[in-house]
């Protein structure tokens, strides 16, 4: 369980990643998720349903890619815990990555040239 004060950075994160989504010229996002976590959706079978459909929809749109990572999947050993990689264009470019983890959420801006 997340403490409240990172239940509201997640919400925040998410909510403006949608914002970006539907909103920014540019703005992509290409998300890798392996089996296991598509299986690990909580909730009832008419909330996993939605949330795989949702999934599903979203997948559509031109500026998102969704890859599913397959159980027999080679993985390094010292695989990361699970991150995003947000790219700005512009002036002056950066690229921004987040990871979470069960007790925090963290991100690191690594600006480029």
């Known amino acids: 369980m ?6 509201e950075i997640l919400v925040e994160t998410r909510m403006k990643r949608k ?3 539907e909103h ?7 998300a890798v ?16 349903r ?9 997948a559509k749109r031109p500026n ?3 890859q599913i990572l397959p159980l027999d999947a080679a993985l390094p ?6 991150f995003t990689i947000y790219r700005q264009r512009g002036e002056p470019p950066a690229d921004i990555v987040c ?13 480029r040239t």
């Open 24 to 30: 920014q010229a540019g703005f992509c996002l290409r």
């Open 77 to 82: 050993h010292d695989q990361l815990p699970p």
């Open 19 to 21: 914002e970006l989504l």
């Open 50 to 58: 939605g949330q795989l459909e949702h999934l599903q929809q979203v």
């Open 2 to 7: 997340h403490p409240p004060q990172s239940v």
């Open 33 to 48: 998720i392996d089996v296991p976590a598509l299986h690990r959706i909580g909730g009832s079978p008419d909330v996993v």
């Open 99 to 111: 990871w979470s983890t069960s007790r925090v959420v963290a991100c690191s801006n690594s600006g």
């Open 64 to 66: 998102v890619k969704v």
